[in-house]
Nanobody, 122 residues
Framework: QVQLVESGGGLVQAGGSLRLSCAAS????????MGWFRQVPGKEREFVAA????????PYADSVKGRFIISRDNAKKMVYLQMNSLKPEDTAVYYC???????????????WGQGTQVTVSS
């Protein structure tokens, strides 16, 4: 079992930065790949980034490539999403999730956090 709690969301102006954090509990955290997804009301959940257990594989959605950086600290059971050069279209609820392997498909994730709101004003 892995429990996930996101934090770090908020309101930021376009061009600004935010760092999201995801705190995990459970002894098996370091064996899981982790992902970040986002969702806007009325739209499908969207893959943002993922990271494998060792941090050596970090796929990104094209829409955030070069602006967002995913990282993890297995000793602290934390996953981070550094978001730079934010745009109004990045506004969404951001979720972290845990999966047995790195994947962009939400249905393959076993555990989800409750989400944190990110709002980017123009």
């Amino acid at each position: 079992q892995v429990q996930l709690v996101e934090s770090g969301g908020g309101l930021v102006q376009a061009g600004g930065s935010l760092r999201l954090s995801c705190a995990a509990s459970g002894r098996t955290f370091s064996t899981y790949a982790m992902g970040w997804f986002r969702q806007v009301p009325g739209k499908e959940r969207e893959f943002v980034a993922a990271i494998n257990w060792s941090g050596t594989s970090t796929p990104y959605a094209d829409s955030v490539k070069g602006r967002f950086i995913i990282s993890r600290d297995n000793a602290k059971k934390m996953v981070y999403l550094q978001m730079n050069s934010l745009k109004p279209e990045d506004t969404a609820v951001y979720y972290c999730a845990a999966a047995p392997y790195t994947t962009p498909y939400g249905y393959q994730y076993d555990y989800w956090g409750q989400g944190t709101q990110v709002t980017v004003s123009s």
